[in-house]
């Protein structure tokens, strides 16, 4: 492949991105307008990859053991004589907090790169770039932060025969997010869910994920606010969060449409249809953590409709 | 509840319907436009239920064992002082054919008994009724074909906490139907299914599901033909459909966009987008069913966009 460099220097705000959106494991997922990572890159006269995270968070900058080096790297597998790249990161999704931090740096990297290329890539093959930061992050190639990151709005991921993202149409929306300042790694929380499942709880999860695709899809407030139940992982998983059971009765207590673990946590989202629930859902929410004890951060944000490029 | 007898005798044309649409089991349901059952009904001077059936398929013409009875009956059970009805059945969609005939019987029926009387139940109070028609055909009171046959179109059916149905939008299809002439009961369709199913399977098929939904949504043809896939019952049930194998893989290969077993079968039927897709579709499926020596019968019909009443 022959290179186009038409800039020298892209910086890029990388959106967060909540995946399952409670019922739809691995197929779901959707971009945030905040929190946000800042990604620089440019052409570096040194060949390969030099990382430099300015926030404090101590990720490695071995490009090797950083998922954004991990990403760009296959990227460059794919160039006949590819350059050197100097990459400045400053995360403010937090590793570990379920809001798809290593989707975040993964894609935002290989997306600002194909920009500076010149747009080289598909769509499609920044996704998988992507995907193998991440399988290097959590043990698994998986799109579900990765999709919604790079298309924005509501994504919808299909596997099989292939992999397709789909974007879905939906509702104006509020996200209330309330991330606990502990760390849930992905393997672990991927380790608590059984392997096997009763059918008649699948049946009812698939109710449940038809139920929010069509409520999303027909801007259906009623029917997205009757689907967002996970039967299969929300009782294992929401184990691993504190307080989540008193966070969810409180939001929706205020209104709320409901919501649950991001991703595999800490964070927890709730959906609101209007500015006014959302505040006051977040406010519920912070008394409860406040008085926890335990440290967080809380986000309202809405769902971030444009693609990154 | 106070009657208010407007017409004499009604009579009514009542859709077969397919359930599940290949990965929708118990949540997802078509009307189709044929085959149909006719329904005549009028208030009688003898109080009861006297049903007569014209066709030639010998069902019970007691209505404690006839569907249409038991569906009609606990209609009757919610008025005061309920008349006597005295119901003419002729069907065309044969029992145990899986195009819902006996969801035809119990919905038709409750459906021409409240235009009878001035539409005095509600849409959801009919699903009921006719779903204890159901439990009595089949010992679970489900809503996949009453569901349909009433609202038209495509429904998506959630029964938690209650139940409720949503219709979907979808785009142009035709529908070819192959109705082997061979019965297979819904209960002993059921037994086939294992109570116990793969995660992994599981989250395989509400990805074909979510696909679906968004694909009839978006009217996205191509999202619909890769989503018409079911990983956790036809390969148990087609089992019991003898050339399944045949049947798809040749609807398939004259460019379907796919299909499977309508209901519990043994019906089969397929998706297209064109009218001569369907055209050539029916005439592959037939030449195979011919070879066969297997009694059957094909329809190519589109589905039934209006509701019944």
Redo the contacts between chains.
């Keep these: 492949m022959k290179l186009n460099i038409e800039n020298e220097e892209i910086s890029l705000k990388i959106p967060a991105t909540i995946a399952n959106i409670v019922c739809?494991?691995?197929?779901?997922g959707m971009a945030v307008n905040e929190p946000f990572d800042d990604i620089k890159i440019k052409i570096s006269e040194k060949p390969g990859i030099q990382i430099k995270h300015t926030d404090p968070y101590g990720l490695p900058e071995d490009p090797k053991k950083n998922v954004a080096g991990v990403a760009l790297q296959a990227m460059m597998n794919e160039m006949d004589e590819p350059p050197g790249f100097s990459i400045s990161i400053h995360k403010n999704i937090l590793p570990g907090s379920g809001l798809g931090s290593s989707g975040a740096s993964a894609l935002g990297t290989v997306a600002a790169a194909n920009i500076l290329l010149g747009k080289p890539f598909s769509h499609e093959q920044l996704i998988r770039f992507a995907m193998e930061g991440e399988r290097a992050a959590s043990g698994t190639a998986h799109a579900d932060n990765v999709a919604p990151c790079l298309y924005g709005g509501i994504t919808?991921?299909?596997?099989?025969?292939a992999l397709?993202i789909?974007t879905?149409?939906y509702p104006e929306l509020f996200v209330v997010i309330l991330h606990p300042q502990i760390e849930v790694k992905t393997s672990d929380s991927r380790k608590i869910?059984?392997?096997?499942?009763?059918?008649?709880t699948?049946?009812?999860?698939?109710?449940?994920?038809?139920?929010l695709?069509?409520g999303f899809?027909?801007k259906?407030i009623e029917?997205i606010r009757?689907?967002l139940?996970d039967v299969?992982f929300e009782p294992a998983r929401s184990l691993l969060i504190p307080k989540f059971k008193e966070l969810k009765s409180a939001a929706i207590g205020a209104e709320a449409l409901g919501g649950g673990i991001s991703g595999s946590g800490p964070a927890v989202f709730m959906l609101c249809d209007q500015m006014s629930v959302a505040e006051n859902v977040e406010e519920k929410m912070n008394e409860i953590y406040t008085k926890s004890g335990i440290d967080f951060k809380t986000y309202l944000t809405t769902i971030k409709s444009t693609p990154l490029l």
Tied chains: 1, 2.
């Design positions: 739809g494991f691995d197929i779901l919808l991921i299909s596997s099989e025969p397709q789909n879905l149409p869910i059984k392997k096997e499942i009763q059918l008649k699948a049946v009812r999860q698939w109710g449940y994920i038809a139920g695709v069509a899809c027909k259906d029917l009757r689907s139940n299969v």
